[in-house]
């Protein structure tokens, strides 16, 4: 059975989610949902940390508890990586019309502002052991940012990294000013002639440090989706590292997988096809 906290929750989300308790608007006070619901103000509280910490609702001290404004959702599907390789070839003008991120949010090109900063750095013990290199081999930082005009917070993090002097056989990897660059890194990386053959996921969850509750605007209840992309050429090399962190509040990972048929062949006593269930 449900705990009394849970049964509340899930009232209260619904009526969020359906769009009886709008955006924006307050929550009713603590002291009447005690008496509506006929919980304590722990058991309460309880329901409301849940759905805090879904990003729901948002809990002023002093003020009271508000419905959160609708943000920015993002969907990253299985066909994602595979769409991104199969744009390689298209001309820069189809490229150029649409991006990941538009992709995986529904959004237009003109409703999202981008900015990337390249830095340099030396490979930490763990990139090193990522792209087989010795630490302290120069690596090219780049930070991307994308926001939905007009909304504070980005609708992700991330931080990506290639091996300096692969990336400097074509200078103009080297150029923050060239992005949001038109095909993303898949096409970067064929201009000096690397083709993917295939990228590994590494997703995680965890609390948001103090830095990203600032920068992703979240609330400290709400987890991050950790997850570290690492692309390999035909050749097996690890040619590029991103990490990335999105709010738990606006992503969501789909995955599907297609299953290969059973082969065909004539049924034999005790196989399953010539079983009667009854």
Same mark, same amino acid.
């Not at 630490?135 to 780049?142: H, M, N, S, Y």
């Given at each position: 059975?449900?705990?009394?906290?849970?049964?509340?929750? %899930?009232?209260?989300?619904?009526?969020? /989610?359906?769009?009886?308790? +709008?955006? #924006?608007?307050?929550?009713?006070?603590?002291?009447?949902?005690? +008496?509506?619901?006929?919980?304590?103000?722990?058991?309460?509280?309880?329901? /409301?940390?849940?759905?805090?910490?879904?990003?729901?609702?948002?809990?002023?001290?002093?003020?009271?508890?508000?419905?959160?404004?609708?943000? =920015?959702?993002?969907?990253?599907?299985?066909?994602?990586? =595979?769409?991104?390789?199969?744009?390689?070839?298209?001309?820069? &003008?189809?490229?150029?019309?649409? +991006?990941? %991120?538009?992709?995986?949010?529904?959004?237009?090109?003109?409703?999202? =502002?981008?900015?990337?900063?390249?830095?340099?750095?030396?490979?930490?013990?763990?990139?090193?052991?990522?792209? #087989?290199?010795?630490?302290?081999?120069?690596?090219?930082?780049?930070?991307?940012?994308?926001?939905?005009?007009?909304?504070?917070?980005?609708?992700?993090?991330?931080?990506?990294?290639?091996?300096?002097?692969?990336?400097?056989?074509?200078?103009?990897?080297?150029? @923050?000013?060239?992005?949001?660059?038109?095909?993303?890194? =898949?096409?970067?990386? @064929?201009?000096?002639?690397?083709?993917?053959?295939?990228?590994?996921?590494?997703? @995680?969850?965890?609390?948001?440090?103090? &830095?990203?509750?600032?920068?992703?605007?979240?609330?400290?209840?709400?987890?991050?989706?950790?997850?570290?992309?690492?692309?390999?050429?035909?050749?097996?090399?690890?040619?590029?590292? @991103?990490?990335?962190?999105?709010?738990?509040?606006?992503?969501?990972?789909?995955?599907?997988?297609? /299953?290969?048929?059973?082969?065909?062949?004539?049924?034999?006593?005790?196989?399953?096809?010539?079983?009667?269930?009854?």
């Amino acid at each position: 059975m449900a705990a009394k906290y849970d049964r509340i929750a %899930t009232d209260l989300r619904e009526q969020i /989610l359906t769009g009886q308790l +709008g955006p #924006g608007e307050r929550v009713r006070a603590e002291e009447e949902l005690v +008496g509506e619901y006929g919980v304590s103000r722990n058991t309460l509280r309880q329901a /409301l940390a849940a759905l805090e910490s879904e990003g729901l609702i948002v809990r002023r001290h002093g003020i009271g508890t508000f419905v959160r404004e609708a943000r =920015q959702r993002i969907c990253r599907t299985t066909d994602r990586y =595979q769409w991104e390789k199969d744009r390689v070839l298209l001309p820069r &003008e189809e490229r150029a019309s649409i +991006g990941a %991120t538009e992709r995986d949010t529904g959004l237009e090109m003109d409703d999202l =502002q981008f900015s990337a900063v390249y830095t340099e750095e030396p490979a930490s013990k763990d990139l090193a052991a990522v792209f #087989g290199v010795a630490p302290g081999t120069k690596l090219l930082r780049r930070v991307h940012t994308t926001r939905k005009r007009g909304e504070k917070a980005p609708l992700a993090s991330g931080v990506s990294y290639l091996v300096y002097d692969v990336a400097a056989e074509n200078p103009e990897l080297l150029k @923050s000013e060239n992005e949001p660059w038109p095909g993303g890194t =898949q096409h970067q990386l @064929s201009t000096i002639g690397i083709e993917l053959d295939r990228i590994v996921d590494h997703v @995680s969850s965890r609390p948001p440090t103090a &830095e990203e509750i600032e920068f992703l605007d979240i609330d400290p209840g709400v987890s991050v989706m950790v997850m570290r992309k690492i692309s390999i050429d035909t050749t097996d090399r690890v040619v590029e590292v @991103s990490d990335i962190v999105w709010p738990g509040d606006r992503i969501e990972l789909q995955y599907t997988t297609k /299953l290969k048929p059973w082969p065909k062949r004539k049924s034999r006593p005790g196989d399953v096809n010539s079983m009667k269930f009854g």
